[in-house]
């Protein structure tokens, strides 16, 4: 059984940093890319990066400079972190296993497992 649990979210101030892990069980994971995707209430859900099995990450236009992404797979682990937030970051906040074949990595419909989520909130 495949899962996927996120960590780390929290309440933080304009201007400052969390650190998002996800944990993954169930799968090899070191050939898996790993995406991170975040939704706000009452929007859809929107790409924020994913990293590749080999570890070159790709970034939103949004979160480019601000957020970087990393993996482990000793622990089966990814990260997402996040530095100089804003208001508009607040979403909660998932991990997901990208699917083999996929055509395009920024879509939610390409990825096949996803973590539960972690509520992010930045104030003003």
């Known amino acids: 059984q495949v899962q996927l649990v996120e960590s780390g979210g929290g309440l933080v101030q304009a201007g400052g940093s969390l650190r998002l892990s996800c944990a993954v069980s169930?799968?090899?994971?070191?050939?898996?890319?790993m995406g991170w995707f975040r939704q706000a209430p009452g929007e859809e859900r929107e790409f924020v990066g994913v990293?590749?099995?080999?570890?070159?990450?790709y970034y939103s236009n949004s979160v480019k400079g601000r957020f970087t992404i990393s993996r482990d797979d000793a622990k089966k682990m990814t990260f997402l972190q996040m530095n100089s937030l804003k208001p508009e970051d607040t979403a909660v906040y998932y991990c997901?296993?990208?699917?083999?074949?996929?055509?395009?990595?920024?879509?939610?419909?390409?990825?096949?497992?996803w973590g539960q989520g972690t509520q992010v909130t930045v104030s003003s």
């Open positions: 169930g799968r090899t994971f070191r050939t898996d890319a």
């Open positions: 997901a296993v990208l699917g083999d074949s996929y055509t395009d990595y920024r879509r939610p419909d390409e990825y096949h497992y």
């Open positions: 990293i590749t099995a080999i570890g070159v990450p």
